[in-house]
């Protein structure tokens, strides 16, 4: 049984000044949540504010001023924004390279940091971890991946091969889109430390209330990726047979996720060709929210093009099956599209 969010700042402390009298070094709520979320990464973990403060902690900390940092190209744009408005202003070296394989370990030669998204954002293009791993390693070079869009239900990194797993638990893990929190988890006892350090310091720290609504909300993990899963690919087939929808995206897809991923997750991709079709198809949708973000119970969707930040067509829609009904969700999905052909 879980118990109660400690709602603290301070805490009874008398005689020499420790880290257990004061709520910005730790909390008892987030300890609990840390060894859950750590025993399914396999490793020690601490949480943070969101996942750009988890991203930040890792990124800030990880790369040195006169470091490398090989960062995603066309994944999550905050990695991109951190990468070239944070560190390269300090002096570190950034290479974006695409969310591919062989791009990724080409691009490894004196890098010191290795950052991929697998499956990446927003077109769920999928990097064989194990092999990134041993081309970031033979170069000397970290490996840090972000599993947000897997959850570790969907995929362990660490076991992998890499080195830092990091997360937005803001979506498919806590799920409900009510809160946001993020994660790091480390195989080394020495990443971990400079990361307390940095959380410390920089005081991007976990609500308990959040931690504590996100450690309830693990215990349907499962339940709500295993639904969101099957949907997204019935949803995928149900594209794959209609001749005005294309650029069909899932993770499935490619071998190395039917390898490496036991679930993939809720997210399906696809376009509608027109910027008017995808904005009309959206408001026709009666189960669906126009919203960003992805993973929670609701099922949401977005044209992607409207943040200017992917390379991605007018007509391109991000789409997260919620835990509605499959064949409601299937259903409510072609009426919008036979409407707005
Ligand atoms: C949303 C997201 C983040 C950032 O998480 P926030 O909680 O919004 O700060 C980082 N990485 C990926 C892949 C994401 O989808």
């Given at each position: 049984?879980?118990?109660?969010?400690?709602?603290?700042?301070?805490?009874?402390?008398?005689?020499?000044?420790?880290?257990?009298?004061?709520?910005r070094?730790?909390?008892?709520?987030w300890?609990?949540?840390?060894?859950?979320?750590?025993?399914?990464?396999?490793?020690?973990?601490l949480v943070f504010a969101s996942g750009m403060a988890a991203l930040t902690a890792?990124?800030?900390?990880?790369?040195?001023?006169?470091?490398?940092?090989?960062?995603?190209?066309?994944?999550?744009?905050?990695?991109?924004?951190?990468?070239?408005?944070?560190?390269?202003?300090?002096?570190?070296?950034?290479?974006?390279?695409?969310?591919?394989?062989?791009?990724?370990?080409?691009?490894?030669?004196?890098?010191?940091?290795?950052?991929?998204?697998?499956?990446?954002?927003?077109?769920?293009?999928?990097?064989?971890?194990?092999?990134?791993?041993?081309?970031?390693?033979?170069?000397?070079?970290?490996?840090?991946?972000?599993?947000?869009?897997?959850?570790?239900?969907?995929?362990?990194?660490?076991?992998?091969?890499?080195?830092?797993?990091?997360?937005a638990a803001t979506?498919?893990?806590?799920?409900?889109?009510?809160l946001l929190l993020g994660y790091?988890?480390?195989?080394?006892?020495?990443?971990?430390?400079?990361?307390?350090?940095?959380r410390?310091?920089t005081g991007g720290i976990a609500g308990p209330?959040e931690a504590?609504?996100a450690?309830?909300?693990?215990?349907?993990?499962?339940?709500?990726?295993?639904?969101?899963?099957?949907?997204?690919?019935?949803?995928?087939?149900?594209?794959?047979?209609?001749?005005?929808?294309?650029?069909?995206?899932?993770?499935?897809?490619?071998?190395?996720?039917?390898?490496?991923?036991?679930?993939?997750?809720?997210?399906?991709?696809?376009?509608?060709?027109?910027?008017?079709?995808?904005?009309?198809?959206?408001?026709?949708?009666?189960?669906?929210?126009?919203?960003?973000?992805?993973?929670?119970?609701?099922?949401?969707?977005?044209?992607?093009?409207?943040?200017?930040?992917?390379?991605?067509?007018?007509?391109?829609?991000?789409?997260?099956?919620?835990?509605?009904?499959?064949?409601?969700?299937?259903?409510?999905?072609?009426?919008?599209?036979?409407?707005?052909?």
């Open positions: 049984m879980l118990p109660g969010p400690v709602l603290a700042a301070p805490f009874h402390l008398s005689g020499e000044g420790v880290p257990e009298g004061y709520g070094y730790g909390n008892p709520t300890s609990v949540l840390e060894a859950a979320i750590g025993e399914l990464e396999g490793a020690d973990t890792v990124g800030l900390t990880l790369v040195a001023p006169d470091g490398v940092l090989v960062a995603p190209a066309d994944g999550y744009p905050g990695i991109r924004g951190l990468a070239t408005d944070r560190l390269a202003p300090l002096g570190a070296e950034v290479r974006l390279v695409a969310s591919d394989t062989r791009a990724v370990c080409d691009a490894a030669a004196g890098a010191s940091v290795v950052w991929v998204e697998t499956p990446s954002n927003p077109r769920l293009d999928v990097v064989d971890i194990a092999a990134v791993a041993s081309a970031a390693h033979g170069a000397g070079a970290l490996l840090v991946v972000d599993n947000s869009l897997a959850t570790p239900l969907g995929q362990t990194p660490l076991a992998l091969g890499a080195d830092v797993c990091v997360a979506k498919s893990l806590a799920g409900h889109s009510d790091a988890s480390c195989r080394e006892r020495e990443h971990l430390d400079a990361l307390r350090a940095w410390d310091q209330f504590w609504l450690h309830r909300s693990l215990a349907t993990l499962d339940l709500r990726l295993g639904r969101q899963s099957e949907t997204a690919l019935a949803l995928m087939e149900l594209l794959d047979g209609r001749d005005d929808v294309t650029e069909v995206c899932h993770p499935s897809r490619d071998p190395v996720a039917r390898r490496q991923m036991r679930r993939f997750g809720p997210l399906v991709s696809f376009d509608v060709g027109t910027r008017e079709r995808a904005e009309r198809f959206l408001a026709a949708c009666e189960l669906v929210t126009e919203a960003t973000s992805f993973g929670g119970v609701h099922t949401t969707a977005e044209r992607r093009g409207r943040w200017g930040t992917d390379a991605v067509g007018e007509g391109f829609i991000r789409f997260s099956a919620g835990c509605e009904d499959t064949e409601d969700l299937l259903v409510d999905v072609a009426r919008a599209l036979d409407a707005t052909v």
